[in-house]
């Protein structure tokens, strides 16, 4: 186990003293927080690595997280049996890929399991990206921010738009994930211990995954990128290819996300594919340092956790706009930059010469 | 025996021709200098020739291959380095972690096997890590090794860059004025380095104002002027050819 991967130990420690003192304290509502905090940070992590070590900007990541929740929520809620007869359902049902159960009526409904769900959902999720990636990964800068906040706005009005996704109500009685016999991902304050700990599980196994991508050939080109594309080009990196594949890969996190979350709740809605979603994941990752992971989930899990407690009340998305607008203007290099370890010893460093440097001049 | 062929190289920015009809062959092994005076088209022709512009018409030959049109990562996967004027390190990373990235094209590890750290993968970061070190030990900077590449001094971030080019094992190394913003001494040492990594076995291509450095160790001498070559001998000649001199003295 390298130095880096040590700090996993102190984390799931963490972790766990953080279920054991809500257990004591008799306050298990907050892990229903911690749980959808979690979440939401596995979306918030792989565009950490897209953003900050990649160099590529999305205000277009909602929209990844919502094609994951909408598809999971649809496929595992829509009613199939009209549809019955035809060869793709029958074909979709020998291979076990269907759920045959009843509403709430007791009606029979023919639904989509939700593994099945999810794999189609995350590969949707995927094929998007892929097939924004390849036009919209050559523009640059604010441009690339221009065009992923376009496709944003299209998801989500699309979601809006359509009576399948369930227009401005969102989808609801999503049924739980399956995992293992007796561990569903939902919302059932039975499993909510349950819950906490697989979330929390998914999440750090994605930022070991991430880690071990960032130390290795593969991550050091896409920093490579980031440093100088033109030096990244002469050294061998395809460089399209490579934003391409990292953009893939952090939508793929984000729907994921989507799905997970869509599962826990029991239902996803349209706000989840809004354009200050967007700008809250961007806000978050910059508050965490960019190219900084543990600074990304740090602050994706505390904001979080805030913002889902009601902390920050009808002022949420204002909040958020305000911390971007903030760390933009005062820690540019994240939240964490402000430590005493971190600029405060420069800058005291560099006041301390000019003012020598003051005093020696006559 | 040829490693490279330029064969009548043009390039046209709309009414501009900043190459004109320009030829010449480097020899497997050699040092050659391209020198001219500013705006010569000195750059413009090591762009064509990295790939990093495609040319309006002639050829470039590697080994035989046409190499003009293509990417400058495929121009590197052939197995031509090289380093840039205004030097260009990866910020946010060590000098060692810029020397590895120029193992990209001698290493396989893609996205899945280096995210599940496979058995393959971890093999190729230790075999990675050594055959770097041992390149910035060769610039004699491996004490540099975990330093930010942007924390070090003009001098040795050329040098990190020269690892970074020699870790793709390149057949053909070009170098963008390489002793641009060094002093002197810096200068003579970059001399020197020139000269044992043409030890190495590798053909050199570079590009330089410094002519001290230039007349020290190339063994031949293309000079172009208007992006038309007028010129092309050893040193000892080129020092006294009359254009050459009309070029850098005026008449």
Redesign the interface.
Known sequence: MSAKEFVFLPVMAAVVLVQLFTAASDSAYYLTQLTMAAYYSLLIVGLCVLMGYAGQISLGHAGFFAIGGYLSAGLTTRDLLPWAESPVVRSLDALGCLNHGQDLYGAQLLTVAPWAAAAAAVLAAALVALALGVPVLKLKGHYLAMATLGFGIIVYRLVLASEYFGEADGISGVPGFPLLPGLTVSGDSAGRVANYYVAWMVLLVAVL??R??ID??????L??I???P??????????ARYKL?VFV?SAVYAALAGVLMTHYNGGIGPSEAGVMKSVRWVAIVAVGGM?HLWGALTMGVLLNFLSLRGVFGSYDDAVFALILIAIMLYAPGGIFSLLPDGRWRERLASLARRGKSGEAAP | MTLLAIEHLGKRFGGLQAVDDVGFTLARGAIKAVIGPNGAGKTTLFNLIAGMLSPSSGAILFQGQPIHGLQPCQVARRGIARTFQNIKMFHGMSALENVMVGRHVRTAVGFFGAMLRTPACRREERAIRERSLELLDFMGIADCADTPAVNLDFGRQRAVELARALALEPTLLLLDEPAAGLNIYETAELGRLIGRIRDLGITILLVEHDMSLVMDISDEIVVLSFGRKIAEDVPEVIQRHPEVVKVYLGE
């Open positions: 995954l991430l071990h991508l290795s050939r593969p991550g050091r080109a920093r490579a980031h440093g100088s033109e030096a990244a080009d002469a050294m061998g990196v395809d460089v594949k890969l190219a």
